[in-house]
């Protein structure tokens, strides 16, 4: 190995609407997300049905596959295990932060 990796050239498309973040929870395991892993959020990406993306509603931020349901004229946020998806409506505070570009995995440290 000669080369260095600059992870912020290969990590990063959009340098002023890209932030990393920590997961916090286990509802996005069966994703290959866990508690503690980094993630890396656009927030100039428009969200397309079946991506990851943060969401703020309600007054707190989650990380949940985000589905568009025309037939119920809402939005589900579903998480990947065995919690229950999030039905937004129009009475909901909801916003789409960003969506989820890469996911960083920590090192497991060995006992």
Known sequence: MT?????NRVLIRHPATTFYARASGDSMKGCGI????LLVIDKSLD???????????DGEFTLKIVRFDDK???IWLVPA???????????N???IWGGLT????RQ???R
């Open 93 to 95: 505070n909801f916003l």
């Open 34 to 37: 866990d508690d503690g892993d």
């Open 3 to 7: 080369d260095s990796i600059d992870l």
């Open 47 to 57: 969200p397309q049905d079946g991506d990851i993306v943060v969401a703020f509603i």
């Open 72 to 74: 119920e004229n809402c």
């Open 81 to 91: 295990k065995e919690y229950s998806p999030i039905k937004i409506t129009e009475e």
């Open 108 to 110: 497991l440290k060995k």
């Open 102 to 105: 890469y996911n960083i995995k």
